[in-house]
């Protein structure tokens, strides 16, 4: 059905704006998307304007973004970009995400990159715009562009009288210019639409069952799939019986290799279908590091040890001066628990192929697809779709990838949705970490020297794709390659130590497949680097926010750290060596994450019970400065969000497995947070309209560990290393310290 | 193939299913088109499939639909529209109370049963009630300010 030379008109008439209309109901403008087909196809690469908006007759405009919402918020944050630039309302703008027939390849949606690097280049395409419009009007007008500005969708003459409006300017065809990366922005001072806490346009149709994510689509003679995996990674295939899914009326088998699907026109069937099959595997071999993963991190081989950071000397210096301080950190393998399993739609034929996805990467895994298919890759088509929140790589891309083989191998449409126990069994896990790190701290309060050393699997953010599973059951040579997102960053401190090492030892692959994690290994490296920095304060008898406003060199860190405490109302902390400890404790973190991005502080109050060892936080203080803050209360809920998913992740989260694979697959055996245990939560957003827009769905998660590890300290004088901190934990660390100081 | 009759958003369906044990969430979501409530475990676990049956919170993925009987179904679509939001409703938007908005439905229907049988629910009294509602994305303590914009009182 699609061609190569497929335009991106005749894609949108083909369907394209069908599925606009579907995510943007209560924006007005979403509806004229359809409108795009009367504007002549662009071609998408990103040095062109007319890649990112096309202005329609109406004076209504499409955005085309390769960036996603993922529930993050970006869906308005770009529009409210694009507005400022453009002086239209945003309500004017439909916005089409994530479609590779549609949108140009601005990356993947990770990394706090969404507004970052694609807003950002979409504000610019947008100044972009705005200048060649002004330019069409001074020629439409027989005037100079000085003598001309642009007010709500139109360019009229500074000194009055009826203007021309975009749709009449230009409505229905190409700009034909080029990006300019040095076209002029727009004041900040004069931000009416940027700044504003804008709401999503998302949310009335989500809150009304009326928005349609992947898992909601419908496809004429679709069928439903499942895939059923082996009882353990890398097992064969070596008998289906057959007979075991009779009675169950529709169900089909699918097999290429290793990989075992079912399809039913309906869905209940296939479910009961994928359950009642009967199959004969192989043995494999076992999980590697099951029962002791920090022992397996530790005990190498090793492909490779790196010195990341080298600065002074290190040796020379640790512990000569003063007290030195220490400690070894674990963090465990965690899903990204989606709430919703991953679910996909494929359609593939012989000559094409288009996919529902709801992956953070569909440029990405675009020419993985056209491989899997034996397709050419500009007849592969990955729409993006809402998905359930999925914070790094879950098993989207792996849903997808089984429906396109099911799909492939029975001439129709297929939809997957993983069961619970695929999501929580199967999705590529965050990466197990093991830090150690060793500071000292002289006599009159300075950290002198600093060593960290981590012991990790194998990050390789420059290779293709994480390896999915049907293919890889299905015998698809995949690229090589696992994704752990930058994990080793921030394994130092933030504070302007003079003499700092940080050594990694990287291992080839980890027990299970590992992929990138929000806040990808960031949030163990600053609960290590904050605890140790909690450590080095209490031994020199200084309160621990005034020992960091000591060593922090930014101004901007300094501001975060102030504005934090002020928000929370911290006291000073008692650090008499031989204080007595309450059961309640306020801790404090802070970082600039990724050393160059967003400046977060955090204070947190928690209680702790002796008899049990159960962590209560009770309130949470944020300060965060993200630079430019695009939507507020957007950046807001992002840090919300954060510090809840984290302290979930810290309090609870660790993945359970054997020899043979996952064995935590359903929320009694993987518990998160509940609403019973969140805390009061107090944000302060830093607003710098001067400055650079950064990310915000990341950097307030690295400070939450931290915090809490802190602050349990501060309540019961223990320092909690392995994550999660259960009560089981905190009660046997408890123990612990009386056993020693008896 | 058996029929099952039934009572969904005040409107009377009859629906086939093959298997009686078949869980009414496909039978809603698959059958009827009713796409608010989700499929998030299939275990009773998360609450994102919740349904109103007469007015009480309950687990769609878990009750088969010959159970149903004549008992009266309600799914977040039965509650109000985009442009005519229930009450609750139009208070998670206000709060912008959802991230990605998968879980929301179980939030939203909990919370309405919650205040039909106690119109002023205190903090502790809401974080019980939705305590079997999973949330990933962290919207929590907005949810909460939903609860009590819902029930009347304006949240701090």
């Known amino acids: 059905m699609m061609a190569a030379t497929l335009s991106r008109r005749a894609l949108l008439k083909a369907g394209g704006a069908l599925v606009v209309t579907f995510g943007m109901p209560s924006i007005a403008g979403a509806q004229r998307a359809t409108a795009a087909d009367r504007a002549p196809a662009p071609s998408i690469d990103t040095t062109s304007v007319d890649s990112f908006f096309a202005v329609h007759q109406d004076g209504s405009i499409t955005c085309y973004c390769g960036k996603v919402d993922l529930g993050q918020g970006l869906r308005i944050a770009i529009r409210q970009m694009a507005a400022e630039e453009l002086e239209v309302p945003v309500d004017r703008i439909a916005l089409v995400e994530g479609d590779t027939a549609l949108t140009p390849d601005q990356g993947p949606t990770a990394g706090s990159s969404g507004v970052m690097r694609g807003g950002v280049q979409i504000r610019q395409a947008a100044a972009t715009a705005r200048a060649a419009l002004l330019a069409l009007a001074s020629q439409r007008m027989g005037r100079p562009a000085s003598e001309l500005m642009v007010v709500d969708g139109a360019v009229r003459a500074r000194d009055g009288g009826s203007g021309v409006d975009f749709g009449a300017l230009i409505g229905g065809r190409r700009f034909d210019v080029k990006l300019d990366p040095k076209a002029a922005l727009k004041d900040p001072r004069l931000y009416r639409v940027v700044g504003q806490p804008l709401p999503r346009p998302d949310l009335p149709a989500k809150l009304t069952g009326r928005h349609v994510y992947v898992h909601d689509l419908v496809v004429l003679n679709m069928l439903h799939g499942r895939a059923i995996r082996p009882p353990r990674p890398g097992a064969r295939l070596l008998e289906v019986d057959t007979n075991s899914i009779i009675g169950l009326d529709g169900a089909r088998l699918v097999r290429k290799g290793d990989f075992i699907g079912v399809v039913a026109a309906d869905e209940w069937t296939a479910v009961r279908a994928a359950r009642a099959l009967a199959l004969k595997w192989s043995d494999a071999p076992p999980l590697a590091g099951a029962g002791d993963v920090a022992g397996w991190l530790r005990a190498g081989p090793f492909e490779a040890t790196q010195s990341l950071v080298t600065k002074g000397d290190v040796a020379g210096t640790l512990g000569r001066h003063g007290t030195q301080c220490g400690g070894t950190y674990f963090w465990p393998m965690q899903t990204h628990g989606s709430i919703g399993p991953s679910c996909a739609v494929a359609d593939v034929r012989a000559d094409g192929a288009t996919i529902y996805t709801a992956s953070q990467a569909t440029h990405k895994y675009r020419p993985t697809f056209a491989r899997i298919l034996g397709l050419p890759t500009d007849a592969v088509r990955l729409v993006y779709l809402d998905g359930a929140g999925c914070y790094g790589m879950n098993g989207h891309d792996d849903a997808a990838a089984d429906a396109a083989l099911l799909s492939q191998a029975t001439g129709q449409p297929v939809r997957v949705q993983w069961m619970r126990g695929d999501e929580h069994g199967w999705d590529p896990k965050g990466p197990p970490q093991l830090v150690a790190m060793t500071a000292s701290v002289t006599a009159d309060g300075t950290i002198d020297a600093w060593r960290t050393e981590m012991w990790l699997p194998r990050a390789t953010a420059g290779l293709p794709n994480v390896p999915l599973l049907g293919p890889d059951e299905a015998g698809i040579a995949q690229p090589p390659g696992i994704s752990t997102g930058l994990i080793t960053q921030n394994g130092d401190p933030p504070y302007g130590v003079a003499n700092v090492e940080v050594v990694v030892h990287w291992l080839k692959g980890a027990p299970l497949r590992p992929s990138n994690i929000r806040a990808p290994g960031k949030i163990a490296n600053v609960l290590a680097v904050e605890a140790l920095t909690d450590e080095l304060a209490f031994a020199a008898g200084v309160d621990p926010l005034a020992f960091r406003q000591r060593h922090v060199t930014d101004p901007r860190g300094s501001e975060v750290l102030r504005r934090a405490a002020a928000r929370f109302g911290w006291t000073p902390r008692d650090t008499d060596a031989r204080r007595q400890f309450g059961g309640r404790g306020h801790g404090l973190a802070y970082s600039h994450y990724k050393n160059n991005e967003t400046y977060i502080?955090?204070?947190?109050?928690?209680?702790?019970?002796?008899?049990?060892?159960?962590?209560?936080?009770?309130?949470?203080?944020?300060?965060?400065?993200?630079?430019?803050?695009?939507?507020?209360?957007?950046?807001?809920?992002?840090?919300?969000?954060?510090?809840?998913?984290?302290?979930?992740?810290?309090?609870?989260?660790?993945?359970?497995?054997?020899?043979?694979?996952?064995?935590?697959?359903?929320?009694?055996?993987?518990?998160?947070?509940?609403?019973?245990?969140?805390?009061?939560?107090?944000?302060?957003?830093?607003q710098r309209l001067t400055e650079p827009p950064l990310g915000a769905g990341e950097a307030a998660c690295v400070c939450v560990a931290g915090a809490l590890a802190n602050a349990i300290f501060d309540a019961v004088g223990v320092r909690m290393r392995t994550v999660p901190f259960t009560a089981e934990r905190v009660k046997a660390a408890l123990a612990s310290a009386r056993a020693s100081t008896a | 193939m058996p029929t099952y009759r039934l009572v969904v958003n005040d409107a009377a369906h009859s629906v086939e299913s093959r298997d009686p044990a078949q869980p009414l969430l496909y039978v809603l979501r698959?059958?009827?088109?009713?796409?608010?409530?989700?499929?998030?475990?299939?275990?009773?676990?998360?609450?994102?499939?919740?349904?109103?049956?007469?007015?009480?919170?309950?687990?769609?993925?878990?009750?088969?639909?010959?159970?149903?009987?004549?008992?009266?179904?309600?799914?977040?679509?039965?509650?109000?529209?985009?442009?005519?939001?229930?009450?609750?409703?139009?208070?998670?938007?206000?709060?912008?109370?959802?991230?990605?908005?998968?879980?929301?439905?179980?939030?939203?229907?909990?919370?309405?049963?919650?205040?039909?049988?106690?119109?002023?629910?205190?903090?502790?009294?809401?974080?019980?009630?939705?305590?079997?509602?999973?949330?990933?994305?962290?919207?929590?303590?907005?949810?909460?300010?939903?609860?009590?914009?819902?029930?009347?009182?304006?949240?701090?």
Not at chain 2, 33 to 45: A, S, Y
Not at chain 2, 100 to 111: A, K, P, Q, R
């Open chain 2, 30 to 156: 698959n059958g009827l088109g009713l796409h608010g409530p989700h499929f998030g475990c299939g275990l009773g676990q998360c609450g994102a499939c919740t349904v109103l049956v007469d007015g009480v919170a309950a687990r769609a993925c878990t009750l088969p639909v010959s159970a149903v009987g004549s008992r009266k179904i309600t799914t977040l679509e039965g509650l109000g529209t985009p442009d005519r939001p229930h009450p609750v409703q139009a208070a998670f938007i206000a709060e912008q109370a959802a991230q990605c908005g998968y879980c929301s439905n179980g939030m939203v229907m909990t919370t309405v049963a919650l205040l039909q049988r106690n119109p002023h629910p205190s903090d502790d009294e809401a974080r019980a009630a939705l305590d079997g509602c999973l949330c990933r994305c962290g919207s929590h303590v907005r949810v909460l300010r939903a609860v009590m914009r819902a029930s009347g009182r304006t949240p701090t």
């Open chain 1, 601 to 686: 502080a955090m204070v947190m109050e928690v209680d702790v019970d002796r008899a049990n060892g159960a962590v209560r936080v009770r309130r949470v203080a944020c300060a965060h400065d993200c630079g430019l803050a695009i939507n507020p209360d957007g950046v807001k809920a992002q840090v919300e969000g954060g510090i809840l998913q984290t302290l979930s992740r810290t309090l609870f989260e660790e993945v359970a497995f054997d020899r043979n694979g996952v064995t935590s697959r359903d929320w009694h055996s993987y518990p998160i947070l509940r609403f019973s245990d969140a805390p009061e939560i107090h944000v302060d957003i830093v």
